[in-house]
């Protein structure tokens, strides 16, 4: 890329490179290509997998397969399993033919073995009822990278853009130039969306123009340098990170939105995104700076308060969970402490460091600290200010049943101050522990640790899995985090094995890892009876959507319904089909060659179906809330907006404006019966209705708090 190309001519280019279809080899690729041309020239008969490899550019193939292998499993940490890297590879391989999916599948797990060959990836497979092959980077590969400064191959493919993403129309997805690398929709068809404002709100938030926030780039990387150094950081979310945010300084960067199947917006670059982890919330800014105004700063100052929650600068103190006034007095009574981290973010680091895992807000709220030194400075602010509705599918369950009770318990309703729904599930727990109301094996270790497992970050778990239609399954799943391997043998011998991932509270109570998952599952059934002792009346949408799943099973049909704003469901879960990927017996080594691979059938599966309409029947709605909710801001001249499903985000002079249009377009999208046509369409009974008045959800101070 030279320094005359236009940014359109950059973009491009990198989307070609994205694609391997303008290669420049690199010493990893050209090593992995002349692996693949070596073994096949030791074919008397050239096998049709090799024959359409070869078809592809084995450069090129090699190229895009690098690519793929380092996202992945840098993603995982160092170690992925086989499936997702193979998808990958075979996903990118669409770029370069015309081959099915299976064909690329099976091109897939031969690259993975002539990665092996070269010696850039180790495979092993896991022991126990469920074996996996996992796949890992090997220390030649990783020095490879480093001798010739190839790190920056990772997350090529999700990288915000450096000019306007293409519009998206009713009759095509709009996103990256290239048409090939649109998303467009996951999971579903383009066709069933029917709606304009679905179309609008995706081109909206997608116009919103970002800059990298320099200032917190200089500081990320110098604190998380000794980490990056011992390999302590996630070698994709992190260093990746830091690394493209480096290059993409003083550019104006743009992110492609898509839609899933429900309607709901997302990001294609996750590299940067506000949906993205703390790092990468703390490095945008919005591109357009504003005058500060009184209001603006009393959000402003919410804001900070919010990010500073929990953290050493507030005392440990959730600043989150108090009125806005309050928190506002905080940041007042504390401005000069913030003044002093923005001004020397490095000896300060104690005051605010929350570490670089999931959930914490290091970076954000040393975003939010510089930012009131520069209002102070210059008068003006470009920082995304964001505020969240708060449990949010209990808010849609209220609603949609008209209960003023669980109205009132999230925030739906006129208070003081804000309710927390899920320290209530927490207290509930807590008292049945406490009073002999559950028994198992793990009772003692519980109560030993009640404060650790009461806490509301742990109930936060089930009742987000209860409320969208889960189980106690999908609440231990949870409860073990991001998934994570340990080798329960030697490096001769390796016996891998999941564990709870060492960030979650149920790894730091003393269970030996071998027990972790029974634990989970022992406190997931807990949660699951304390959640409903808190909140049966939540239970009625899912039993009524589930007996719509029913009647829809009974005529082979999945249950579909119309979205609000104009997106075609279909709730169909399908049947997995497994085959067997065998790689070929040319390679060296023949350990891992058998790999069991299931895709999505077409045949419904009638199970899944009833387990999955509650949760996107929710999903649905709050899809269309963010739609209609992005097109009133957009019509109040709100410019600038972010959001994260239920968390709404805008420059802190917009905030009043952002709220009414939030919560007022909450209330009218249940001023009809948002179960009634599918009562009508199955003739299933309409499960009864309490005596919320929605118009008074107009009135509600903390309902996006």
Not at 108 to 116: D, F, I, N, S, V
Not at 252 to 262: E, V
Not at 466 to 472: L, R, W
Request: hydrophobic share 40%; with cysteine.
């Amino acid at each position: 890329m030279t320094a005359t190309m236009t940014k359109r001519e950059l973009q491009l280019e990198l989307e070609l490179r994205v694609m391997g279809q303008s290669v420049d080899p690199n010493p990893i690729s050209s090593l992995l290509a002349d692996s693949f041309r070596s073994t096949i020239d030791r074919f008397e008969r050239t096998p049709k997998w090799a024959k359409r490899l070869m078809s592809m550019d084995l450069d090129a193939v090699a190229f895009v397969a690098v690519c793929a292998i380092l996202d992945n499993v840098s993603e995982g940490g160092g170690v992925a399993q086989s499936h997702g890297v193979i998808s990958q590879i075979a996903h990118r391989y669409s770029f370069l033919c015309d081959y099915d999916r299976e064909a690329r599948l099976q091109l897939g797990w031969e690259t993975m073995h002539a990665c092996r060959q070269c010696g850039l990836i180790r495979l092993m497979t896991t022991q126990g009822s469920d074996p996996t092959t996992l796949v890992m980077l090997s220390k030649d590969f990783k020095k490879l990278l480093d001798e010739w400064d190839l790190w920056g191959l990772c997350g090529m493919n999700r990288r915000p853009m450096v000019v306007p993403p293409i519009p998206h129309t009713l009759e095509e997805a709009g996103g990256y130039l290239t048409a090939k690398l649109r998303k467009g929709i996951a999971h579903g068809k383009w066709a069933n969306v029917k709606g304009q404002p679905v179309i609008d709100a995706m081109n909206n938030i997608q116009s919103v123009p970002f800059v990298i926030n320099e200032r917190v780039l200089e500081v990320a990387e110098h604190l998380l340098l000794p980490y990056m150094e011992v390999g302590e950081t996630n070698p994709y979310a992190h260093d990746t990170c830091l690394r493209v945010a480096r290059e993409l300084v003083g550019h104006d960067l743009w992110n492609p939105a898509y839609i899933d199947h429900r309607g709901r917006v997302l990001r294609q670059a996750d590299l940067l995104s506000e949906q993205g982890n703390d790092l990468s919330k703390g490095l945008l800014l919005f591109a357009r700076k504003q005058k500060i105004t009184k209001r603006g700063m009393y959000w402003m100052s919410v804001h900070t308060a919010n990010v500073c929650s929990g953290l050493p600068v507030a005392s440990s103190m959730k600043l989150d969970k108090m009125p806005f006034d309050e928190r506002v007095l905080w940041v007042n009574e504390n401005l000069e402490t913030l003044l002093r981290i923005a001004q020397d973010p490095i000896g300060m680091k104690d005051a605010y460091w929350d570490g670089f895992g999931s959930k914490v807000q290091t970076f954000q709220a040393l975003a939010a600290c510089c930012e009131l030194k520069d209002i102070a400075e210059t008068g003006y602010t470009s920082l995304p200010v964001r505020l969240d509705c708060t449990t949010n599918n209990y808010q849609h369950f209220a609603a949609a049943l008209k209960d003023s009770d669980m109205a009132l318990k999230t925030n739906l309703l006129e208070c003081d101050e804000p309710h927390d729904f899920h320290t209530d599930v927490a207290d509930e727990n807590m008292r049945a522990w406490e009073e002999g109301e559950r028994d198992h094996e793990y009772m003692d270790t519980f109560l030993d640790n009640k404060e650790t497992l009461c806490a509301r970050n742990v109930a936060k778990n089930p009742t987000l899995v209860i409320g969208y239609g889960g189980k106690a399954k999908g609440i231990a799943n949870r409860f073990m985090g991001k998934k994570t391997w340990h080798n329960f043998g030697t490096e001769e011998e390796p016996k891998w094995r999941t564990i709870a991932n060492p960030e979650v509270p149920l790894a730091k109570i003393g269970l030996d890892e071998g027990e972790h998952y029974k634990a989970a599952f022992a406190l997931a059934q807990d949660y699951e009876k304390s959640l409903y002792a808190v909140a049966p009346a939540a239970l009625k949408v899912t039993e009524f959507l589930r007996e719509c799943a029913k009647v829809a099973n009974k005529n082979d049909e999945a249950v579909t319904w119309m979205s609000p704003s104009g997106v075609v469901v279909v709730n169909h879960p399908t049947s997995m089909i497994e085959f067997n990927l065998t790689a070929s017996s040319v390679w060296d080594d023949q350990t891992c060659t058998q790999l069991k691979y299931t895709v999505y059938g077409n045949e419904l599966n009638k199970r899944k179906a009833l387990t999955a309409v509650p949760p996107q029947f929710i999903h649905s709605m709050d899809a269309s809330h963010l739609h209609y909710s992005v097109l009133a801001m957009f019509k109040r001249s709100i410019q600038d907006v972010v959001v994260i499903h239920d968390c709404y985000g805008c420059n802190a002079n917009d905030v009043d404006a952002m709220r009414d249009c939030v919560i007022n377009g909450f209330a009218d999208l249940y001023s009809f019966s948002a179960l009634s046509a599918l009562a009508e369409q199955y003739d299933v009974d309409l499960p009864d209705m309490g005596d919320l008045v929605i118009e008074d959800i107009r009135k509600a101070t903390y309902m996006l708090s």
